[in-house]
């Protein structure tokens, strides 16, 4: 049935579709890739030291590790300030303990120079520190500390390391989250990590070694905390934690990065095996590399640095496997490339990859191929299936691979993930033929006028018919191996010159597509409307590589007159984007000035202003004015003299008001000289008091 539909909503049909089915392809095949140079970019960019420093020591520790990390060497050169931040605080006693905690991270990676004395100045302060804490992330921080000191100097241990040890775990909930404090009811799974990463570094301090029935008991704990994981619909698995009282929710980023840190920190210094399902760590990796490129600094962090304890960590390092492409040319005949690598990029172990089957999207029907190994190439370091299977055609599929380590030890080490589905497009030319338009008698069906159409090329065709007519327009598609093809639209367009626009959609019936308009039902959906009608045909499909949108002509209808109370089309919608257009120029007739005397009369008006001021001075020397009261010390002479030239001041500004100022720049200064005025004046006028006084006296 046809529709009718106004002139904005038809002019971006015929397009929208085809974007729309484009992005269904993006977002449909957003498996997890690794870590790649947009990442490198975003982090130069994002780590922007201001006037070539950062706001604090924890945002410059985070800008290093990120820098260091991915390998970047083209970055910000903050090496110097880095060292003057880290040397301030250090030797500084009135230091907080976070800021000695990322003082010692950051002088870790830029090997500032830290003298002795300055390191033993810190291992009494963060001895003092654990030995007071009463917090988590006073341990935390400290603990930290005289970890980083033992990475630098070597000789550190905590003397009542079981004591610490057994004050940490007092924080732990039953649920294997955690609480950043005593008086804090709320556990998170935020200060579960930044708890296990405190423990590791117990243990790592710890002189002798700690019993181990004390490690042990956290491997059950960290196997409630993993019962407590939520899950994306692709599979991957994240922390996440609700409004903790006296500290901020930090969100599943955050969150899960501080559970990563401190899993992997204490898996490095226990010699038990945790017991978590490595593909849980591999659904952690796929958090993170299913963000993306973060926008912010903070949240890039947390990714990147997270990612690195993954890439080598000592429960199961992730493998990624991913695909450069996954739109493939029937046409071209691309082949099949498949990259299996870690998070961060690096090679894998030796494997096979193996393509287990090909299915149709949205079909149970069995697999397309065989199973059959993917060909590693030593020059790419990619997986190659050179051509595709003959049984895949234009359309949308399902692929089903398997990585296979070679060496059994390898599997205590790496995750794979079993078998992964990554939705692959196979796209081609799509074959147009037995395109023609007709115009058809209506009561017999005769084709009356009949045209080929070349609709990979440009079309001119001019029809004429009147309203006891039809218009036919057929063509055949197939795929490049011959097969039947339905694109997701096939739609035509009739415009006519008053612009109203109507689209109906064309039909199918295997290969064969065809649309017939009979324009004596249409008479009322056409408003009546005789005169020219552009014709457009549609054709489009996110795996059709030509996708069309052709003009092949013109039709001339006559259509009988309106009946009065015809349905009439609406008001066209004016086109946006004509408001940008040039403007109607504006003219504008001013008023003629008003008539004003003559000059010289202007003047003598001037010249009277000026007889109250000679009178003034006829009246002073009438009066016998001297300067005989003028103050003769230094002191009162200076303010008398200021008070004269203040007034003086004063009279110049209102000459200059007359002159060019503005009334709100005369109040200004006259406000400003107003004030030394009363003050120079109340001086001067107190001198004299004080002195007729004595007089008097006398």
């Keep these: 049935m046809p529709t009718n539909l106004n002139f904005e909503m038809a002019r971006s049909l015929v397009g929208f579709t085809v974007l729309l089915l484009f992005l269904s392809i993006c977002e449909s095949a957003s498996f997890f890739q690794p870590i790649s140079d947009s990442h490198r970019s975003a982090a130069v960019e994002l780590f922007s030291p201001d006037h070539g420093s950062f706001k604090s020591l924890e945002e410059t520790y985070e800008a290093l590790?990120?820098?260091?990390?991915?390998?970047?060497?083209?970055?910000?050169?903050?090496?110097?300030?880095?060292?003057?931040?880290?040397?301030e605080t250090v030797g500084s006693s009135s230091s907080t303990l976070k800021d000695l905690f990322y003082a010692l991270k950051a002088n870790s990676i830029v090997k500032c120079k830290i003298n002795d004395k300055a390191y033993q100045g810190i291992i009494t302060r963060l001895n003092a520190a654990v030995d007071g804490a009463s917090s988590l992330p006073d341990f935390y921080y400290s603990v930290g500390g005289l970890l980083l000191v033992k990475g630098s100097k070597g000789d550190v241990?905590?003397?009542?390391?079981?004591?610490?040890?057994?004050?940490?775990?007092?924080?732990?909930?039953?649920?294997?989250?955690?609480?950043?404090?005593?008086?804090?009811?709320e556990s998170s799974a935020f200060a579960a990590g930044i708890a296990l990463e405190t423990l590791a570094g117990v243990v790592s301090l710890a002189s002798p070694e700690l019993d181990q029935s004390l490690i042990s008991t956290l491997n059950s704990d960290i196997s409630k905390l993993f019962d407590s994981i939520?899950?994306?619909?692709?599979?991957?698995?994240?922390?996440?934690?609700k409004l903790?009282?006296?500290?901020?929710?930090?969100?599943?980023?955050?969150?899960?990065?501080?559970?990563?840190?401190?899993?992997?920190?204490?898996?490095?210094?226990?010699d038990e095996r945790l017991n978590i399902p490595s593909n849980k760590i591999l659904g952690l990796a796929?958090?993170?590399?299913?963000?993306?490129?973060?926008?912010?600094?903070?949240?890039?962090?947390?990714?990147?640095?997270?990612?690195?304890?993954?890439e080598s960590n000592r429960v199961s390092i992730p493998l990624i496997l991913s695909l450069p492409s996954t739109v493939l040319s029937v046409t071209k005949e691309d082949s099949l490339q498949v990259n299996v690598n870690t998070v961060l990029g690096s090679n894998a172990p030796p494997l096979t990859v193996k393509l287990v089957g090909v299915f149709t999207s949205g079909s149970k029907a069995a697999s397309l191929v065989e199973s059959q190994e993917l060909v590693f190439d030593d020059g790419t370091g990619m997986y190659n299936l050179n051509n595709l299977p003959k049984s895949i055609d234009v359309g949308s599929y399902t692929f089903v691979f398997e990585i296979v380590l070679h060496e059994p030890e390898h599997e205590k080490i790496y995750v794979t993930g079993g078998q992964k589905k990554v939705p692959i497009f196979a796209s081609g030319l799509i074959k147009i033929e037995n395109a023609e338009i007709a115009v058809l008698d209506s009561d017999l069906g005769s084709i009356e006028t009949q045209k080929k159409l070349d609709l990979a090329g440009q079309n001119a065709v001019s029809l004429s018919a009147n309203h006891l007519q039809k218009l036919r327009v057929s063509f055949k598609l197939t795929t490049p191996h011959g097969l039947a093809f339905k694109p997701h639209q096939a739609l035509l367009k009739l415009?006519?010159?008053?612009?109203?626009?109507?689209?109906?959609?064309?039909?199918?019936?295997?290969?064969?597509?065809?649309?017939?308009?009979?324009?004596?039902?249409?008479?009322?959906?056409?408003?009546?409307?005789?005169?020219?009608?552009?014709?457009?045909?549609?054709?489009?499909d996110a795996v059709m590589?030509?996708?069309?949108?052709?003009?092949?002509?013109?039709?001339?209808?006559?259509?009988?007159?309106?009946?009065?109370?015809?349905?009439?089309?609406?008001?066209?919608?004016?086109?946006?984007?004509?408001?940008?257009?040039?403007?109607?120029?504006?003219?504008?007739?001013?008023?003629?000035?008003?008539?004003?005397?003559?000059?010289?009369?202007?003047l003598a008006f001037l010249g009277l202003t000026f007889l109250p001021l000679l009178g003034f001075l006829i009246g002073l020397l009438r009066l016998g004015v001297n300067l005989k009261n003028f103050p003769s010390n230094t002191v009162p002479a200076t303010f008398a003299t200021l008070f004269h030239v203040s007034i003086g001041a004063v009279l110049s500004l209102y000459v200059l008001f007359w002159l060019k100022l503005d009334l709100f720049q005369t109040l200004k200064l006259l406000g400003f000289l107003g004030v030394i005025l009363v003050l120079v004046g109340h001086r001067v006028l107190s001198h004299l008091a004080a002195t007729s006084a004595k007089l008097k006296s006398a």
């Design 65 to 87: 590790r990120t820098f260091d990390v991915l390998g970047i060497e083209k970055k910000p050169d903050v090496t110097a300030t880095a060292c003057r931040l880290v040397s």
């Design 157 to 185: 241990h905590l003397a009542d390391a079981d004591g610490i040890f057994r004050s940490v775990k007092a924080f732990r909930q039953s649920d294997g989250r955690w609480r950043f404090s005593s008086n804090s009811p």
């Design 230 to 241: 939520e899950k994306y619909d692709d599979g991957a698995l994240y922390f996440d934690d």
């Design 244 to 270: 903790v009282d006296g500290h901020d929710h930090q969100g599943p980023l955050a969150t899960t990065s501080s559970v990563v840190r401190g899993l992997t920190a204490f898996a490095a210094v226990t």
């Design 286 to 310: 796929n958090f993170f590399l299913g963000i993306g490129v973060p926008g912010d600094a903070k949240d890039l962090f947390n990714q990147i640095d997270s990612l690195a304890c993954l």
């Design 495 to 540: 415009r006519h010159e008053s612009k109203v626009e109507h689209i109906f959609v064309v039909g199918n019936s295997g290969k064969q597509f065809e649309i017939v308009l009979n324009f004596l039902g249409l008479v009322e959906k056409f408003f009546y409307l005789s005169g020219r009608y552009d014709i457009e045909l549609a054709v489009g």
């Design 545 to 602: 590589e030509n996708s069309l949108l052709r003009a092949i002509g013109h039709i001339e209808l006559d259509l009988p007159e309106p009946p009065e109370k015809a349905t009439r089309p609406r008001p066209q919608p004016v086109d946006p984007y004509s408001r940008y257009g040039p403007k109607a120029e504006i003219t504008h007739i001013f008023r003629a000035p008003e008539k004003r005397p003559p000059k010289e009369l202007s």
